[in-house]
Structure formats: structure tokens, C-alpha cells
């Protein structure tokens, strides 16, 4: 913003007319009054002097502690011209103006009429053009008040620049500490502002009834004119609702004929005093507010704030952040994220983005609840697990028609079910070498510590490898493992995924099957799946990369964090097993194969089908999927697991186009043929056999139930280029073969089924 020249306010023909003759009346006054004695008494001076020292005092400790933030000019002079701030996807196109949804029509400062102008001055704050952002008799008064009255009095008192101060921070509380902030801020505007911004600023961003802000708003929505066109009364009925709009609101449900009648004339009669008006003007403007305004309501339209659920995340994030680097309110934020005009470079693809609304539009995945009085939501977080990018983000089922209603993808915690099977188990138990996916469960049915019993949905398989465990999601193998690993460790692991609500209370075996005490949200899920597409490294989740101020200039860029969690042959090993639910004959997600990718996915269900899950990753993404209602009713979908249905036809449909891929084996993971019956190399004796993974020195011996040499196998490079494009899934995904859909196992005594 241009900087404008700085008046001096010693020079005598700023200050207005009607301030030179109440000093040129106050110097030709008798200094005694008819009794002969000073006008002014000793106890009322020594009661000025007291007032005048309280309140330097009271600034002098606000600067002194530091109460005010070293940015706060910067940042309210940013806020000054209340423009909207905009988003931006990925690819720079504009998809969000923060803030529009407030009805506020901006005026320039040289365009407001000066009627209007002293209309606001004489009723608000008659001393502005001769203060410095406090308004020292006012505020004595005020102080004097609060005192008198033990603290139980409002400080009022607040001169204009102290009311835009209030109006950009959003900080309306009547404590002591709070007023001492806003006269320094105060003080701290006027020296960086001539008066007119200051007015001209408080004019379009203070309140003039329902949704409305700006005189300019005012005007038109009560007059159905522009300022310009204001008559003398209709300006001093704007100034004058503006202690309580809704009282002097002409619209609204009560007759406030007389209530407007009178303030406005209080207004008016305001600025005769002040010499703003003269006596024909003041007569012919109290005749017409006699005869009655005549208002005449005009609709004001706002734009729209219904934004994607990927925005309403974005501002959540955006406002955490101008919080911590300027140490400022949330409201506070708010209000400078609307007004700022800032640019915010969010991380959503668009066009991902729109695929996924447009299949959690479709109501075929609706149900309703026993009772018919909830309908069943859904969640979806999209990742480009490279750059820890979140791309798409929904919240719910349905086309999206509120202003940041819950948003289940990153507010709501769930518990999980098996599709916490790979984070708490997998990862840390392949990673300290407890197991490979080879290894062999007993999969029968035992107690275990404190009495757990842990049971599968399916008939027990017997003596399974890791891998058969992953692929149908058993149970009671998991447990075993967990209870080898410890609850502790695999919390640790968790954490470094970035799962942030795990407690003490979940150091027990239920872990294993998703037994939470809080849950996860569907962000965090993603973001920690997301870890094993990137090759063990964790990436933060991020929906935008950075901000800029009108300027161009860059404020606050995305800081993420980063963290190894395992190497990149545990999570590639990770990966292979993830594939089995996919491409197993058995397995529970194998409705999710996209043609030309591969696709790691594991399916989640939880104690009386509370929850569903499906999370998984191509080479290109990761994504999660819930499905569920918010307070827990069992769901009854006739086509099988929808959660995974959601993933299946919004991820093919997102790779659409792009060219084939697999998962890149490192040259340090070993691969050797296996006997499926004895987890051991397989030799020309064994029937069942299959290719697995290994980290270094960790290849099991030769099968030594079936006789003869070792199977050699011819050394494939599974990671080859292969240039064909991916076609996708053409048609929706609407049934599902009961064989190969998820069953959900054993009941957990945290009301956590496991599959």
C-alpha cells in the first residue's frame, strides 16, 4: 500500500473547525468561576494526575513485557484493504476465495462523504483527529469506572483506532491485559497511518447488520444506494446503529421505528455541537427523520464458501501456522487469512480432487441405519507419497453443501481393525528381524496373556506363513507375533509413522487387531501407508506449500517433517506382502487390481461391522479409505466392503491414462523359492511353493520335510519398463465375490473385530 504523507498534527488548520472554537472558548474563560476560587480543585487535579500515571503506567508494563507482537504492524496494515485471499491447486488455478462468504462491499477512503465521515467521528469519538489511537479523558473515565466498581464494569471508552484494532484481531474480551495490548496497537497504527486509512480502514470492515460489513454494504442494503448518494440523516442513521445494529435494524422482526428515530437525532444533534453541520441542515435532517426514513431493503449477495473438504483442511492447517509464526489468536488468523489477500498454494490436484467428489456423491453407497434417523459417512485421504503432498481429501458421502462441516478425513478417529496389521506388525517385527515372510504361525486358537482369546471369523488354517496370514487376514497369528514383538515396540514404530493418538492404555495385545482407545483419523492412516510406498521414509502430510502476501512475497512456507522409519528393503518386503490381499486367490482385496500397476492394499473391519477400511498404494499414490457411521451402528452393505469399493473405483479411475509400474526391488532384498508348508527353501520334494523376499542373511534353511536339492529360480526382473499405458477399471465396481471379500474375525474386548 502506497504510503501516504504524514500530517502534522501540530499544524492548527488540520485539526476541524469545531475542535479550534471549543479551545478558543475554553482560553477565553475567567480562570475563577463567581465564587472567586480556581475552577478546579486540588483533589481534582491530584484525581487527574493519579488517572494520567495509571495509565502510562499500565502501557509502559504492556511494552515492557512484551505483550504486543513485533509483526503486528506489518500484519494489521496487510488486513487494512480487506481484500479476500485466494487458493490455488497445483497447477495455479483458482479454487477458493477465503472469506467471501461475508456480505462486505468496499469503498476507497476518498470516496466516503464527509457526512458520513463525521457522522461516525461525532457519535464514536469525537477527539480522533487530535489523539494518538487512545483517547486519554475517555479511557481515564473508563479506568476510573473499573476501579470504582471492583473490575465488574467494561472498560469502554474505545476510541476508532482502538475499534478497528479490535475488529482485525477478533479479540473482543474485557480483561486488563487485552485493553493494554489494543492501546498499543493502537498507538502503533497511528504512527504508521494518516487518519483517513485509519477511518477509512474502520469504515469497511465494521459490522452493519446481518452477515454485513462496510458502510458501503450498509448503504446499499438499507437504502438501496451507493455512500455517495446518502443524504445527511441517512449517514447519521449508519453511524448511529452502530453500538447495535440488530436493535436499529429497520428489517427487522420488531417495529424499531422510534428507537431509529431517536438515535439517528442523537447523532445529528452530535454533529451540530461539534460545528460538523449547521442549524438549516441539522432542522431539514431531523424534519425528514420526523417524517421517517424511507429504507428500501436491497438482497446482497455473497459469494459462495462452500469449498472442497482438501480447502477446509487447508485453512485449518494455514491458520495453525500463522498462529505459532506470529503468536496471534486463532480468530485472529482468521480474520487475517480473510482480509490479507494473501496467496496460498494448496497441494490439491484438481482433477483428483474432483473424481473423488464425484464418487462419494453417488448414493449407491448410502445406507441408512436401523432406526432411518443417520445415514452412513465415509472418508478418503489421497497421497503423493513422494513429496508427502496430500492431492484429494473428502469428509463425507454426499455432495458437499455446508460451510466446514465435520471433516472425517482429518477430524475424526477411528479404530482400525487388521488395517493396522502392516504398521503395528510387519514393519517393526521384519525390521528387528522377528519374523520373515516366511515365517510359520500356528493358526489355532489359544489363550493368550491376561486370558486373550483371540478367535478367527473363518475356519483356522493350521500352520500358515506370514504371507497366507496377510493374504485372508488371520488373526491369531498377528497376536503371536505382536505378543513376541511387545505392544511397547510397535507403539514406538507407530509413532514414527506419525500416528499421534496412541496412549498407554493401548500397550496391550488387542493392538495387533486395531483395539484402540481413541482410533486413528483416515490422514494419518494414509500418511503412515504412505511411509512404506516411499521406502520407509515418513513424510508429514501437507495441503498446501506456501504463502505469499500481496507483495509476492513469500511468508510462510510448509515445513515438514521427515523421518527414516525403516529401511528400504523392510518396506519393500512390506509391499510384497501388501500385494497378497490383492492378487491371492484368497485374499480380501482383490477387487482392487488395477490394470498394469501393482496395488498394495489391506483391508480394515472392526467389532459388529462398525467400521471399514481399505488402505493401500500403487507406485503413483497412496490412498485411505473409512467407511462407517459417526456414532457406531453396524453396517449392513449388501455389496460387500464399501470402504473398499470407494478406493477401488476412485483409484482406478486416478491412474487412468498413466503409464504401467511396479514396485522397484532393491538389489539388497534376496528372493528365493519357498515351501509353503514349512516356510523353509523349497526343494524338488515340495508341491506348494512360492517366490519370496528376504533382508540380507535372513534366508531360511533348505525344507527338510520334502526330499531333494534346492529350486533354483531364473533370476526376472520384476521392476522392468514397461511402456503400456493403464486403462483402468472401465465400469464401477458394485459386486463383489463373497470368497473374496474381507471377513472380519474375532471380536476383541475393545469391541474391535479384527479382518
Known sequence: MKKKKKINKDDESYIPKAFKKDKEEKNSKNVKNNNGKEPKNKQKKLRKIVLITLVIAIISIGIY??????????????????????????????????????????????????????????????????????????????????????????????????????????????????????????????????????LGAYLNIIYVGPNMYGVETGSQYYFSKTCAELSLEECAFLAGMNNAPNTYNPFGEKDNTEKIKKRTKTVLTKMLELNYIDENAYNDAIS?????????????????????????????????????????????????????????????????????????????????????????????????????????CIGGLGEKNEIRPLNRATQSVRQTGSAIKPLAILIPAIDKKYITAASIYDDTEKDFETGYHPTDYNVPLGKITVRRAVESSQNIPFVEIMQELKPK?????????????????DETLVLALGGLQKGISPLEMAAAYAMIANDGMYIEPTFYTNINNKSGETIIRTSQTKRKVVSSDVAYIVKELLIQPVKGNKGTATYCKISGVDVAAKTGTTDENYDK????????????????????????YNKKNPAGLLWANVMSKIHTGLKSATFEKPDSVDSCIICADTGKIATTGCSNTYTEYFLKNTIPELCDKHSGVQVREKDTNKTQDRQETIQGITQDIDVVDPQQEELHNTRTNNNNTDS
Open 65 to 198: 513485557l512484551g505483550i504486543v507482537a513485533q509483526q503486528w504492524k506489518e500484519i494489521a496494515i496487510e488486513m487494512i484493504n480487506n481484500e479476500n485471499s485466494v487458493v490455488l491447486d497445483v497447477k495455479g488455478k483458482e479454487i477458493a476465495k477465503l472469506g467471501s462468504e461475508r456480505k462486505n462491499k468496499k469503498i476507497s477512503e476518498f470516496n466516503i462523504p464527509d457526512n458520513l465521515k463525521k457522522a461516525y467521528v461525532a457519535i464514536e469519538d469525537e477527539r480522533f483527529y487530535t489523539h494518538n489511537g487512545v483517547d486519554i479523558k475517555r479511557t481515564g473515565g473508563a479506568i476510573l469506572s473499573y476501579i470504582t466498581h471492583f473490575g465488574k464494569s467494561s472498560f469502554g471508552g474505545s476510541t476508532i483506532t482502538q475499534q478497528l484494532v479490535k475488529n482485525l484481531t477478533g479479540d473482543t474480551s474485557d480483561s486488563i491485559t487485552r485493553k493494554v495490548k489494543e492501546w498499543w496497537k493502537s498507538w502503533q497504527l497511528e504512527t504508521s497511518l494518516s487518519k483517513d486509512e485509519i
Open 288 to 392: 425528514s427523520v420526523d417524517k421517517g426514513l424511507k429504507f428500501k431493503k436491497t438482497k446482497i449477495e455473497a459469494e459462495s464458501a462452500v469449498y472442497s473438504y482438501h480447502t477446509d483442511a487447508l485453512i485449518s492447517e494455514i491458520t495453525k501456522s500463522i498462529c505459532k509464526k506470529y503468536n496471534i489468536s486463532e480468530v485472529f488468523a482468521t480474520n487475517y487469512i480473510n482480509m490479507a489477500g494473501l496467496t496460498i498454494y494448496s497441494t490439491q490436484d484438481s482433477d483428483i480432487q474432483n473424481k473423488a467428489e464425484t464418487e462419494f456423491e453417488k448414493s449407491k453407497y448410502v445406507i441408512k441405519s436401523k432406526n432411518g434417523s443417520n445415514s452412513s459417512q465415509a472418508a478418503m485421504v489421497i497421497i503423493d507419497h513422494k513429496t508427502g503432498y496430500v492431492l484429494g
Open 489 to 505: 515396540n510397535s507403539i514406538q514404530y507407530l509413532r514414527k509413522m506419525g500416528i499421534s493418538t496412541l496412549t498407554e492404555e
Open 613 to 636: 477400511w481399505l488402505c493401500g498404494f500403487t507406485p503413483y499414490y497412496t490412498a485411505t479409505v473409512w467407511y462407517g457411521f459417526d456414532e457406531n451402528e453396524t453396517i449392513e
